[in-house]
């Protein structure tokens, strides 16, 4: 088969190379991609690592071969599925493997480009919200009506921004005070103002922004916020907005979230995805959420992704739907490009995808 390698450095290159077809585990799922997603973690983490790698994570395509353990789905399965970090075998190709607990069906009526821009961003966002901050799940709602509940989301046109703000309204989590800049077409419809949600536009300067915020808030105290950026100290300004006892989570490894500044009392949280397939975090990784909470990740995603997928799944019912999306022209061929993009900041709000049947090589050259 073919798939690409990424090489960070000293400038972002990729190649197209001949490897075997992934053979999957006992609980894994082998997918023929159709339609594999960029995230901003496929270059970042390489250069930070100074490694190459396939290292897409995101993909959508049928099922072409399971696990012995694997009876939850059937070859020609129309899946979308979250591939492990950092090992072999990721999603820029045209065969990729996945653990069962991280693939769902997608149900009729939603294309591989769509389904290809959810699996690891949602992960991540309902590990934050849900499992790490202990907000209600939509697949687990309170017995009685959640109370004016502040959610404070710090980059919400970014597709984790996104996702986290949809996972708050399928969970009727209100107000949501949204934080963007230019890109906000896609999120502004997202918001309920009869319930307090609002946008708010991060260029007026932090403390113009965070005076907003506590306009926004009122008599209402934020215990809950989002740093969906994670970066240049952004979690900061966003920790000053919350009340005692609360949290924020973050998603970069690369911050020791110690800075003075931050309040007594308000906890910042580093949400590391990749502790549904390790079962754990890495020695060394700061801001730790407890051991009972890391230890139940894994039986998390499996709730989230049974919850997502299949015909009467979150998708089919339209609960939410996918990131908007850029399909890179090339299909394998325009990986690199597409991450060139995606490190120059030019996403705009969307996710950069690849149609692996438009390589030129698979194509005949054409």
């Known amino acids: 088969m073919l798939e690409v390698i990424v090489h960070p450095l000293p400038e972002l290159t990729t190649e197209i190379v001949e490897s075997p077809i992934p053979v999957p585990g006992p609980d894994d799922v082998l997918v ?22 396939n290292g897409g994570d995101d993909m959508a395509g049928t099922v072409f071969g399971l696990g012995e353990n694997v009876k939850e789905f059937a070859i020609g399965d129309r899946v979308a599925a979250f591939h492990p970090m950092f090992t072999p075998g990721g999603t820029y190709a045209e065969y990729a493997t996945a653990p069962r607990h991280t693939v769902f069906k997608i149900p009729e009526g939603v294309g591989f480009e769509e389904a290809s821009t959810i699996p690891l961003v949602i992960t991540t966002a309902a590990l934050s919200l849900f499992q790490i901050q202990g907000l209600p799940s939509p697949w687990s709602p309170p017995s009685s009506p959640l109370p004016p509940t502040p959610l404070i989301i710090y980059g919400a046109s970014s597709s984790l921004g996104s996702f986290a703000l949809k996972l708050a309204r399928a969970s009727n989590i209100h107000p949501i005070i949204a934080i963007a800049g230019s890109s906000t077409a896609t999120i502004t419809p997202l918001l309920t103002p009869s319930k307090g949600d609002i946008l708010i536009d991060y260029r007026i300067g932090i403390p113009a922004m965070q005076n907003a ?28 907005l919350l009340a005692q006892g609360g949290q924020l989570s973050v998603v970069s490894g690369a911050n020791a979230y110690e800075e003075d500044e931050i309040p007594r009392g308000v906890r910042v949280v580093y949400t590391f995805v990749g502790a549904v397939h390790e079962g754990g975090y890495r020695v060394g990784m700061p801001c730790q959420p407890g051991e009972e909470v890391v230890s139940g990740m894994k039986g998390f995603a499996g709730e989230l992704f049974k919850w997502l997928g299949g015909e009467r799944g979150a998708l089919a019912r339209g609960l939410l739907e996918g990131h908007p999306w850029t399909v890179v022209e090339g299909g394998l061929g325009g990986v690199g490009e597409g991450l060139r ?23 005949g050259g054409k």
Do not use: C
């Open 32 to 53: 023929k991609v159709e339609v594999a997603a960029s995230n901003v973690k496929d270059w970042l983490h390489l250069t930070t690592r100074n490694i190459s790698l």
């Open 213 to 240: 915020v506590r306009t926004a808030l009122g008599d209402l105290e934020a215990r809950h916020a989002i740093d969906a950026i994670s970066a240049n100290g952004s979690w900061v300004p966003i920790s000053q």
């Open 341 to 363: 993009m995606l490190k120059g900041g030019k996403a705009g709000g969307r996710k950069f995808v690849y149609r692996v049947s438009e390589t030129d090589v698979l194509m």
